[in-house]
């Protein structure tokens, strides 16, 4: 199983990241819509595209008005966007608004409100997170496999039982431990809870990503402290590919 980051920043981009965007080549799967998703076109593997929206804040969505070229050349011939009612009706509304974006896009949209069939056999579940305006985490599960995006929630502990096992988790650390109150205030993750719920789930393999964009852009995040609390763990770099 192939996962490609094409984005791993928080809010902005900047001159090593941009934002959110993760894609799985084979399936055909793409999480939340960022800066990044300028690199899609070249490392998509099939016609059709399904995009799995965490929420609508725009550094998660404002790739999605990227598809303009590849939709209209029928590079893609099909883009099914999934999320809250809330987060499409955010796209929908204001993001692709006549005065905003004059150019409709033939785009699909369907509410995640139960379980989602997806390529190769696999299962997607969804989760409501904390987030300012809310915020939904994936799960899928394969035969033999399972993989796990969350991001924009803080790592309280609720979504142990969701991420339980998974192969591979991508999970955001926005902020370090010092920075703890502003992680709490503007619902993101901080370092040593995400490390501690990898390691209380069980989960194979941790990505660390969405990191924030004034952080060094070398070094966002104590990797010595997260790797002491769950070793497993690796810090997301934009092009960065995990097999798994």
Known sequence: MRVELL?????????????????????????????????????????????????????HIIGLTY????????????????????????VRDHLFAEEVFPVPLPF????????VDVPGGGRLMHRVQEH??????YRIDWPGKSFAYVTDTTADGT??????????????????????????????SHTTPVCELARDAGVKRLVLTHFDPYAALDDPVD???????????EVAEDKMVVEF
Not at 108 to 115: D, G, Q
């Open 67 to 90: 598809l303009l070229p590849p939709l209209c050349d029928g590079t893609i011939e099909r883009a099914t966007i999934y999320g809250s009612a809330r987060s499409i009706g955010a």
């Open 108 to 115: 699909e949209f369907v509410e995640v409100t139960a379980p």
């Open 132 to 137: 300012p305006g809310g915020s939904f985490g």
């Open 7 to 59: 984005g791993t920043s928080g809010f902005h981009p900047t001159e090593k990241r941009h934002t959110s965007c993760v894609l799985l080549p084979e399936q055909g799967i793409v999480f939340d819509a960022g800066t990044g998703m300028f690199r899609l076109t070249s490392r998509l593997r099939s016609k059709s595209v399904a995009i799995f929206l965490s929420h609508s804040h725009l550094d």
């Open 223 to 233: 990797v010595r402290k997260a790797r002491s609390i769950f070793p497993a763990t």
């Open 159 to 188: 979504g142990l039982d969701f991420i339980r096992g998974v192969d591979l988790l991508i999970h955001e650390c926005n902020f370090p431990d010092d920075m703890r109150d502003l992680a709490v205030r503007t619902g993101h």
